[in-house]
């Protein structure tokens, strides 16, 4: 199952980078993460039997830890 997110306020590309790294290492049921600084948007491939809503809620909390300024929204 793919969730779409978009962030606004990141930092820079290695920001984002460093961000999609961390959702997939420390998020349980990320498969895949990428954002697109560029466009704001963050796709994340997850294990369809997992919790979406909690796997949303580990999303946006890791993000604000990592940029406080940032504001993500699923789409």
């Given amino acids: 199952m793919e969730l779409k997110f978009s ?6 590309a290695d920001c984002a ?3 999609a ?3 997939e290492k420390k998020i349980k049921g990320v498969n895949n993460a ?3 600084f560029m466009t704001e948007k963050l796709f994340v491939e997850i294990d369809d039997n997992c919790n979406k809503e909690n796997v949303i809620e580990d999303i946006k909390k890791l993000i604000k830890k990592a ?4 504001v993500a929204e699923e789409l």
């Fill in 7 to 12: 962030v606004k306020g990141i930092d820079c």
């Fill in 17 to 19: 980078e460093e961000i």
């Fill in 21 to 23: 790294r961390k959702i």
């Fill in 34 to 36: 990428n954002i697109s």
């Fill in 67 to 70: 940029e406080p300024d940032t």
